[in-house]
């Protein structure tokens, strides 16, 4: 089955053909990140206005690449949220144009659920449970995952997403966005321990995540020891190199402080590390060691697949119409949707005594 995705709800206008679920025959990714550079972060109204321009070349890109002809395409998969409204828009009523337009069945996906199956590609099938930590720029959650297709939120973060800490830190740094590749580059090298950073501690006692104050604790550093943020196009000093590495190290040891209570809990048999933040190594190190230190296979994508892309959209689709689930002309972007759909009461948790109510 030949599935084209699309993929429109923040800053990248993607397409992809995926062939039953785990082969990428193509996967074009057009990303607006020069646009928005001059703004430090996403602009919402431009982001729609290029995803417009780009849709069309972006779909019909990854057709050619494919060297297939939209006769030759089974269901159309697009994201339906959560995501910035205008931006999704467009995906949505371009894929219902070409689902309504061939006569093609249409899938609508959470962008959530689409980087858990970014890992889809280069790893072996996911063994159920599986817990997946999803880290982007908007979102910063861990699922407990007791099948394929059920998702529990079992941590999340209570502020501010891990990508948008690193994207304000390097922001206040004077680096160019967007701040997680940024930091990432300046820290290699760096004894992380130079400057230190506390990990928030969540004053209920959940094992959530939270980011603001980290953020916060960044500020007020610079402020007191009148650190100068990096010059426009200058070279980091090595003070500044100290500060970024620590906080990145408090970002993975803050990240992996929930996946390993909750996983020596939860006993998943997989896991899965996703979104734009699981480019970092510092985190994929960390997520490795833990992993084999427990005996359980730790997967992530790659590192394009990590970022926002249609082919995680396409594999997710192509679980859900495997399944028979289709979504009519009706369906339209929802930019609050949540992924969760495993209700505590069905067993397995409460089974496990977890008492993460949410
Ligand atoms: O998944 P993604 O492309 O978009 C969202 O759905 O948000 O993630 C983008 C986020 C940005 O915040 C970016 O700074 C972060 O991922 N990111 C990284 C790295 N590469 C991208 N954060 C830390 N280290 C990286 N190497
Ligand atoms: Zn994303």
């Known amino acids: 089955m030949l599935i084209l995705g699309i993929e429109s709800s923040c800053d990248e206008t993607a397409a992809a053909v995926v062939r039953d679920g785990r082969e990428i025959v193509s996967s074009v990714i057009s990303s607006q990140i020069e646009l928005h550079r001059p703004f430090g972060g996403v602009f919402p109204e431009l982001a729609a206005r290029e995803h417009l321009v780009k849709i069309r070349p972006v779909v019909n890109e990854a057709l050619a690449k494919a060297g297939v002809g939209l006769t030759e395409i089974d269901a159309i998969a697009v994201t339906r949220g959560p995501g910035l409204i205008g931006s999704l828009l467009v995906g949505v009523s371009y894929a219902k144009g070409l689902a309504f337009g061939l006569g093609l069945p249409l899938i609508g996906v959470n962008h959530i659920e689409g980087h858990v199956y970014s890992v889809n590609f280069e790893n072996p099938p996911v063994k159920y449970p599986a817990l997946a930590l999803v880290v982007s720029g908007g979102h910063t959650n861990l699922f407990y995952i007791p099948e394929e297709g059920k998702y529990r939120v079992v941590s999340r973060t209570r502020d501010d997403a891990a990508g948008e800490a690193f994207d304000k830190v390097g922001k206040l740094l004077g680096l160019p966005y967007p701040g997680g590749p940024a930091i990432e580059t300046i820290s290699r090298g760096i004894d992380p321990s130079k400057v230190r950073f506390p990990v928030a501690k969540i004053s209920d ?56 209570k909750l996983a020596d809990e939860l006993g998943p048999r997989t896991l899965i590390v996703a979104g734009g933040v699981a480019c970092n190594m510092a985190l994929r190190d960390a997520a490795e060691s833990f992993g084999a230190s427990r005996s359980i296979p730790v ?60």
């Open 299 to 358: 997967h992530f994508p790659s590192k394009h697949l990590s970022t926002d892309n249609a082919a995680m959209i396409a594999a997710a689709g192509h679980f859900h119409l495997a399944r028979g689930k289709r979504d009519d002309l009706s369906l339209t972007a929802d930019v609050t949707i949540r992924l969760q759909n495993f209700d505590l009461e069905d067993g397995e948790l409460r089974r496990k005594k977890v008492r993460y109510k949410l």
């Open 205 to 260: 006692g959940r094992p959530d995540f939270s980011f603001s104050g980290l953020k916060t604790a960044v500020a007020r550093y610079v402020r007191e020891n009148g650190v100068e943020p990096v010059a426009d196009g200058g070279e980091p000093t090595e003070r500044i190199r100290e500060i970024a590495a620590g906080f990145q190290a408090t970002v993975v040891r803050s990240l992996m402080s929930n996946v390993e």
